[in-house]
């Protein structure tokens, strides 16, 4: 199955770039949120993009803002909410039934934030996002820190990793994740963390599930950071909840079995 390029727009006014895998019906899509400085492109991306497509679901996988072929520029998740919801109105609009919204790092704070701020979804899947803002305890989050921090940061993440964020920060800070996540109920969440994270040690999956003790929680062994530490059995278990969760693809449902 060959993805299709899509032209998204978002409420604030950001021309966005999408590839969607269309399964051939309209029963169970999965919005697919890339982590910092990736794409729909990034060979990981694409691995769990077609690993789900291959459970019978559409996948709409996005290039957030200054990412990719988008437009605007990065915000480490705070605008991103916008992205988030441009795909899932164009899936809506699709004709889709049921809609879950997944997310890896910077893509997991996305999903989380939409969600928890009243966005539409059917499901939510978070995977290696962190729980609270400012994390600088650990080496990697440092570099990200300066990549958004300083000139100089900016400069080489906008050449070496093609990757524009904004100049201008935060003026105010959003809602952490953590401050959001528990008004998702009764809409499933699925918080998935590894406990070799090398970004955001245990304690932001521990602040997420305590600030949604209704979400289930996966702490995976052995497990790195984000897309790349995201292995195909890891995959093929997400998708597995997402339609436990949501709906087998193509099964006739009577209308009511969606509240």
Excluded: K
């Excluded at 400085?37 to 019978?56: D, K």
């Excluded at 795909?87 to 704070?109: C, D, K, N, Q």
């Amino acid at each position: 199955m060959q993805p299709v390029e899509v032209g998204l727009h978002t409420s604030d006014g950001v021309a966005l770039a999408a590839r969607y895998w269309d399964p051939g019906h309209r029963d169970l899509a999965c919005v697919v949120a890339h982590g910092f400085t990736g794409s729909s492109r990034n060979p990981h991306v694409q691995r769990i993009s077609v690993g789900l497509t291959e459970h019978g679901v559409g996948v709409l996988a996005l290039d957030f803002r200054g990412h990719g072929r988008s437009g605007g520029v990065g915000t480490a998740g705070a605008d991103e909410i916008h992205d988030v919801a441009a795909a899932v109105e164009w899936l809506r609009a699709t004709g889709y039934r049921w809609i879950a919204v997944l997310g890896w790092s910077m893509g997991g704070t996305a999903v989380l934030r939409y969600a928890g701020l009243g966005g539409d979804a059917d499901a939510v899947v978070s995977v290696s996002a962190p729980g609270r803002w400012f994390e600088r305890g650990t080496r990697p989050m440092r570099v990200v820190h300066w990549m958004f921090e300083s000139r100089t940061g900016r400069t080489a993440t906008r050449v070496l990793r093609r990757t524009r964020v904004s100049p201008t920060g935060w003026v105010t800070p959003p809602e952490a994740p953590a401050e959001v996540a528990g008004a998702i109920a009764p809409r499933p969440l699925l918080i998935v963390h590894g406990d070799a994270d090398h970004y955001f040690p245990m304690h932001h999956p521990d602040a997420l599930a305590a600030a949604a003790p209704e979400a289930e929680v996966w702490i995976e062994p052995q497990m790195g950071h984000a897309e790349v530490a995201t292995t195909a059995d890891l995959v093929n278990r997400i998708a597995e909840w997402v339609i436990a969760t949501c709906g087998q693809p193509s099964a006739v449902c009577d209308d009511d079995t969606r509240e």
